[in-house]
Nanobody
Framework: QVQLVESGGGLVQAGGSLRLSCAAS????????MGWFRQAPGKAREFVAT????????KFADAARGRFTISRDNAKNTVYLQMNSLKPEDTAVYYC???????????????????WGQGTQVTVSS
């Protein structure tokens, strides 16, 4: 069993930056591919970014590419989402998720993930 806890959300002005963290307990994250998803009010949960368990491969949603980066520190059992040039449309609850899988495959669908955190709110004001 993997427990995930997100942190780092908050209120930021458009153009600002935030770094989200996802800390794991229960098992080492080095065996899991990790993903970030978000859900805005009234909208479905959507994929943001994913990173393979080795950290060698990453994939981003079109809305995140060029502005967000995903990284991991397996020694700290933590995954990060650095978000720059934030826009009001980035406002959402952000979730991290974990799945055991191939280091050469990108997991971008929520149903592919077994473990989820409770989410952290990100609000971007215009």
């Amino acid at each position: 069993q993997v427990q995930l806890v997100e942190s780092g959300g908050g209120l930021v002005q458009a153009g600002g930056s935030l770094r989200l963290s996802c800390a794991a307990s229960g098992r080492t994250l080095s065996n899991y591919n990790m993903g970030w998803f978000r859900q805005a009010p009234g909208k479905a949960r959507e994929f943001v970014a994913t990173i393979t368990w080795s950290g060698d491969s990453k994939k981003f949603a079109d809305a995140a590419r060029g502005r967000f980066t995903i990284s991991r520190d397996n020694a700290k059992n933590t995954v990060y989402l650095q978000m720059n040039s934030l826009k009001p449309e980035d406002t959402a609850v952000y979730y991290c998720a974990a799945t055991a899988g191939s280091d050469s495959y990108y997991y971008s669908r929520s149903y592919q993930y077994s473990y989820w955190g409770q989410g952290t709110q990100v609000t971007v004001s215009s």
